[in-house]
């Protein structure tokens, strides 16, 4: 390292003390704690957005969001260039960076890291990062914090791109790397003409169908209602009322968005029992969430949910019927390629119901362990994965070989038979594959494209609703001497340790109609997670109070005494 890189180094890290008796650690949001200890952090992961853009040779993005949290809250994350999140492997390597006590500290961990990672830092490679931030009142000085890390790598450049949903920098980044234009214009423009493509390939006889083409939404008072504000402009045949949009002078969060809407099952602040029959739909605080709901009386607060199971079922339906549309064997030899490999992927905490839905449509659904990782991961195996979380998370990828199999396809079909119904399947396709966010779960990106599938089927939320009825479930948390006791396997579905605590509980769930049930160890904290479901609410409670006495039994506190 040069004299002038190390001094640059030791002088920036010496403005911003660590937070004193706080360890932080950097898991699939980044880092996430009270905004007012987050500076030096967001310095620090600043100069590793920089290492890592260094590294790839390639643009990264650094995200200043603490997406559903409150709004004193704040975080900071790095996107990689592909768009998704940052590597696995530079974790522990951000969680050193970020609790390092002194500057000759963090400068000794740069100069081993650099070494061993083969890091040219030496001023001639260029580092380029995009930045952005969620409306936080925290975010302006965090940004500032960023670019002051960022400017002590020499060759390093940030560009601020000011305020932005967080699935938009991911966008941006992933663009940026593949030689398209990387602006918010360009990725609005792209989202509404691709929806405008779909709609314009509505079947006839759905189209004359006198469906009610209005959402509500609530932007959860972030910067997702401010985004659709704009985006809602750019859109024909749909009209988006927005609520909460953050300038009524609601607080980010409280009491409103995809999380509390989804945990809570109650109407968000801004509606009513005048809502009741509308199509209604939640943004998280940075818009990477969506989920929808409808008011059923007007005599509670209560709604009747569409999650993102839900979701999931409505996009597989839809592209496993288009897939159908397009493998039709008419007169000439349709390769093998058509045939494309559909993945519907799952975590163990979506409802049992949605999973044999889709197993009864002739879906292929695989599990992964929780988190958003194993499932982009696995998503990307097939030629079209999709995956989501009931707490509405999620997106659909196409492989990219599979993508110019079907541009080559429908030149074919363009050529041979314009406006068949193979054709308008296969450009049916390729606008999702335009419209659909594929670096990151997307809110605005979803929720157009749920938008365009109900009016192209003509469904009311309520016949979306009425897919399947989820079962009753239950989640609780057990306090523990040591959560790594437990350890998990088939999608954390088993327990294999501590020995014996599977047949327990394989015992119990045996009690109740349609029961299931598991543990898993708590990321962050000495908990053993609850997960328990069942044919009725009192039987899913009873399942899960039984499990969590098991887990208390085998790990609680009374167990270390004996």
């Known amino acids: 390292m040069k004299e002038e890189q190390r001094l640059l180094l030791l002088h920036s890290s010496s403005l911003f003390s ?190 004359s ?77 940075d818009a990477d969430r969506l989920v929808y709901f409808s008011v059923p009386t007007n005599s509670s607060r209560k709604i009747d949910l569409v999650d993102g199971d839900k979701i999931l079922s409505l996009f597989a339906l839809f592209i496993k019927e288009q897939l159908s549309i397009l493998t039709k064997e008419g007169t000439e030899e349709v390769n093998n390629n058509s045939h494309a490999r559909l993945g519907v992927i799952q975590t163990a905490y979506a409802n049992g119901a949605s999973t044999d839905y889709l197993k009864q449509s002739g879906l292929e659904v695989i599990f992964t362990p929780t988190g958003v990782k194993h499932l982009h991961e696995k998503a990307a195996q097939f030629d079209i994965g999709i995956y989501f979380e009931a707490n509405g998370h999620g997106t659909i990828l196409f492989s990219e070989s599979w993508l110019s199999w079907l541009e080559a396809r429908n030149n074919e079909l363009s050529f041979a038979s314009e406006g068949s119904e193979q054709q308008k399947a296969a450009l049916r396709l390729l606008s999702v594959s335009k419209l659909i966010n594929q670096a990151v779960g997307d809110a605005l990106s979803c929720l157009l494209l749920v938008e365009v599938i109900l009016q192209h089927k003509g469904w009311s939320i309520h016949k979306w609703n009425e897919l399947y009825q989820d079962l009753p479930s239950r989640q609780l948390k057990v306090k523990v001497v040591d959560r790594t006791a437990v350890a998990t396997t088939n999608a954390e579905t088993v327990a294999i340790s501590p020995p014996g605590i599977q047949e327990a509980i394989d015992a119990e769930t045996a009690k109740y109609p349609k029961g299931r049930s598991f543990i898993r160890p708590s990321g962050t904290e000495d908990v053993i997670r609850v997960y328990a479901e069942a044919s009725t609410q009192e039987a899913a409670d009873s399942l899960a109070s039984s499990v969590a006495k098991i887990v208390d039994r085998f790990l609680g506190f009374s167990s270390s005494q004996q």
């Open 18 to 207: 660590p937070p004193q008796g706080v360890k932080l650690s950097y898991g699939t949001a980044g880092f996430r704690a009270d905004a007012s200890i987050l500076k030096s952090t967001v310095h620090r992961v600043g100069i590793l957005a920089a290492l890592r853009s260094l590294k790839t040779q390639s643009v990264v993005g650094l995200m200043i969001t603490a997406s559903h949290n409150k709004v004193t809250d704040n975080g900071v994350k790095i996107v990689d260039p592909s768009g998704g999140m940052l590597t696995q492997e530079w974790e522990p390597f951000a969680d050193q960076l970020a609790n390092a006590q002194t500057p000759e500290a963090f400068l000794s961990l740069i100069t081993e890291f650099i070494e061993k990672e083969k890091i040219p830092l030496d001023g001639v490679q260029t580092a380029e990062i995009l930045l952005g931030r969620d409306t936080r009142p925290s975010g302006e000085s965090l940004l500032e914090a960023a670019k002051q890390g960022i400017s002590s790598i020499l060759g390093a450049i940030a560009l601020d791109l000011g305020i932005l949903t967080t699935p938009q920098l991911h966008w941006m980044v992933r663009a940026r790397n593949k030689g398209i234009k990387a602006t918010e214009p360009a990725y609005f423009e792209q989202i509404s003409s691709s929806f405008r493509c779909l709609v314009d390939l509505i079947p006839n006889e759905t189209k």
């Open 209 to 285: 169908s006198k469906m009610d083409n209005t959402v509500v939404v609530d932007g959860a008072d972030g910067v997702g209602g401010e985004k659709l504000e704009v985006l809602k402009s750019m859109l024909t045949s749909l009209v988006i009322e927005v609520r909460n949009t953050g300038k009524g002078g609601g607080l980010l969060n409280d009491g409103v968005g995809a999380d509390y809407v989804q945990k809570e099952k109650v109407v968000p602040r801004g509606f009513c029992s005048n809502d009741v029959g509308l199509r209604c739909a939640s943004l998280d605080g």
